[in-house]
């Protein structure tokens, strides 16, 4: 599903991303930790095309993204297949709730309402909130809101979810809620990639844990590997202060 050989990023004379190596097959889950600054967010949003790279190559889901954002039409491609979940959850304030999940269905894959309508209730169904089609979001919870976000990626039938750091900006209470509904999609067979810093969720959800430090994979691996014997002195310490 995605294929990242020495790829390289630059934000001016930071190199934020260094000789990335990452392949990512259909179905899997795989959670991206590491410190604060390390290149976790830019590191997923160079798979949708969210960040231009400088050096290396980039295959999503067979279509490759170019170098300085030369992609042209693989990226409009790639954007319609792949959903991101954001920590602040980025809802459309003067859509209902409805109409946010609805919206890309009719505009970009050109849907009719009465089907958008249809497949938003369904997935507002399946992530537990199928009594707050109408509200706005503000009349939400925070929790809730960010459910809304899942269905909206979801609504777009993606074949890869990207998450960063989606219960970051939660309240400890409603937390659950949101992993409940990532669990579920994983169980679904859903290829995920996560940034989290939600180790438990990690541990038990993710078919492989990465480890990046100053831009660097330094080590990855099954949960109980990385998380009961990490090999590398970088995981270790940082281990060591998250868990
Ligand atoms: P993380 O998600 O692991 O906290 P980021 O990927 O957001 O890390 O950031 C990695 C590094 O790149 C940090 O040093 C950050 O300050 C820098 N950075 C991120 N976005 C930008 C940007 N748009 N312009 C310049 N520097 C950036
Ligand atoms: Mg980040």
Redesign the pocket.
Known sequence: MVAMQALNKH??S?H?LKDIELEIMPGEVVVVI??????????I?CINGLEEFQQGSLMVDSKALLPHGKSGKALQKIRTEVGMVFQQFNLFPHLSVIDNISLAPMKVRGWSRADALETSQRLLERVGISDQADKYPAQLSGGQQQRVALARALAMEPRLMLF?EPTSALDPEMIGEVLDAMRELAKEGMTMVI?THEMGFAREVADRVIF?HH?EITEQGPPEKLFDKPQHERTQSFLARVL
């Open positions: 934000f001016g930071l934020v590491g410190a604060s600054g390390s290149g976790k967010s830019t590191l949003r960063d940034v990046i831009g």
